[in-house]
């Protein structure tokens, strides 16, 4: 019998045989929710999947928070915000909503009038007024949505939806996202419907909800000017930090900082 034959044999011996004592062990170091703390639903915008907010989930779950991320289906504005809303209301507390980019439309929509939400913290994102389509906002603030997004094809016919150009993911949304991550997020973007552009905000929930921003100042999808713009009429609480449209994936630790200070005011 051989060395490492004996030490695994001993170790086995050690544990009566059974590594169930090791995976209990794992099992019981997983973080249980803070019924302190409120909820936090993620919600993701065009061009992208629940994924994005993996390293801000994992966080948010190590801090505690109980986190939701949803799956939004690019369909349009209306009915993304009520089958956001959906989600919220099935959710069994206050609740935090964090919008990126389109998200942030979402989000907007969603949460009016909502006696589960508890505020609001936009990344990168569209926080429109009243009246206010994604097509107008994007237009006002020079993004390139226009000139990178190619129709989606099924079965070799384009149809009414977009999907960001391959060749210019990497470059516009996610530049300081190392590239093979950066391709892989390209490969598994989310086509998001040509209508949501066109669909206007009904009265948004910021109005009547504490806020907050965080501006990506490196992004190449939705200005920063734009975004400070927006952030300013939140009347919100407004973070900067360098950062591609892609922040929540490159930065994921300061996401969380802006989320920790918004469950500190809404608790």
Same mark, same amino acid.
């Given at each position: 019998?051989?060395?490492?034959?004996?030490?695994?044999?001993?170790?086995?011996c050690s544990?009566?045989?059974?590594?169930?004592?090791?995976?209990?062990?794992?099992? =019981?170091?997983?973080?249980?929710?803070?019924?302190?703390?409120?909820?936090?639903?993620?919600?993701?915008?065009? &061009?992208?999947?629940?994924?994005?907010w993996?390293?801000?989930?994992?966080?948010?779950?190590?801090?505690?928070?109980r986190?939701?991320?949803?799956?939004?289906?690019?369909?349009?504005?209306?009915?993304?915000?009520?089958? #956001?809303r959906?989600?919220?209301?099935?959710?069994?507390?206050?609740? #935090?909503?964090?919008g990126?980019?389109?998200?942030?439309?979402? #989000? =907007?929509n969603?949460?009016?009038?909502?006696?589960?939400?508890?505020?609001?913290?936009?990344?990168?994102? &569209?926080?429109p007024?009243?009246?206010?389509?994604?097509?107008?906002?994007?237009?006002r603030?020079?993004?390139?949505?226009?000139?990178?997004?190619?129709?989606?094809?099924?079965?070799?016919?384009?149809?009414p939806?977009? =999907?960001?150009?391959?060749?210019? &993911?990497?470059?516009?949304f996610?530049?300081?996202?190392?590239?093979?991550?950066?391709?892989?997020?390209?490969?598994?973007?989310?086509?998001?419907?040509?209508?949501s &552009?066109?669909?206007? =905000?009904?009265?948004?929930?910021?109005?009547?909800?504490?806020?907050?921003?965080?501006?990506?100042?490196?992004?190449?999808?939705?200005?920063?000017?734009?975004?400070?713009?927006?952030?300013?009429?939140l009347?919100?609480?407004?973070?900067?930090?360098?950062?591609?449209?892609? #922040?929540?994936?490159?930065?994921?630790d300061?996401?969380?900082?802006?989320?920790?200070?918004?469950?500190?005011?809404?608790r």
């Amino acid at each position: 019998m051989g060395a490492l034959t004996v030490a695994l044999a001993a170790a086995a011996c050690s544990s009566g045989g059974d590594t169930s004592a090791a995976q209990t062990q794992t099992a =019981t170091t997983v973080p249980q929710p803070d019924p302190n703390k409120p909820g936090v639903l993620l919600v993701h915008g065009a &061009f992208a999947d629940g994924s994005s907010w993996g390293g801000v989930a994992e966080q948010l779950q190590a801090k505690g928070y109980r986190v939701t991320t949803a799956a939004v289906p690019l369909r349009g504005l209306k009915s993304d915000s009520a089958y #956001i809303r959906g989600i919220l209301d099935s959710l069994p507390g206050k609740t #935090i909503l964090v919008g990126h980019s389109y998200g942030g439309a979402v #989000i =907007t929509n969603a949460a009016a009038g909502s006696p589960k939400a508890a505020g609001l913290v936009y990344v990168a994102a &569209f926080a429109p007024d009243q009246g206010e389509s994604l097509g107008e906002l994007d237009g006002r603030y020079g993004g390139p949505a226009t000139k990178i997004t190619v129709p989606h094809q099924v079965d070799g016919e384009a149809v009414p939806e977009l =999907t960001i150009a391959t060749d210019k &993911f990497g470059e516009y949304f996610a530049q300081d996202v190392p590239a093979v991550q950066a391709a892989v997020m390209a490969a598994g973007q989310r086509p998001i419907s040509v209508a949501s &552009f066109a669909e206007k =905000t009904d009265i948004p929930a910021w109005r009547a909800l504490p806020s907050w921003y965080l501006v990506a100042t490196e992004d190449r999808m939705i200005p920063p000017t734009g975004q400070r713009e927006m952030a300013k009429r939140l009347n919100g609480t407004v973070t900067e930090h360098a950062g591609s449209h892609a #922040i929540a994936v490159s930065h994921p630790d300061v996401v969380v900082t802006v989320i920790d200070q918004a469950a500190a005011r809404t608790r």
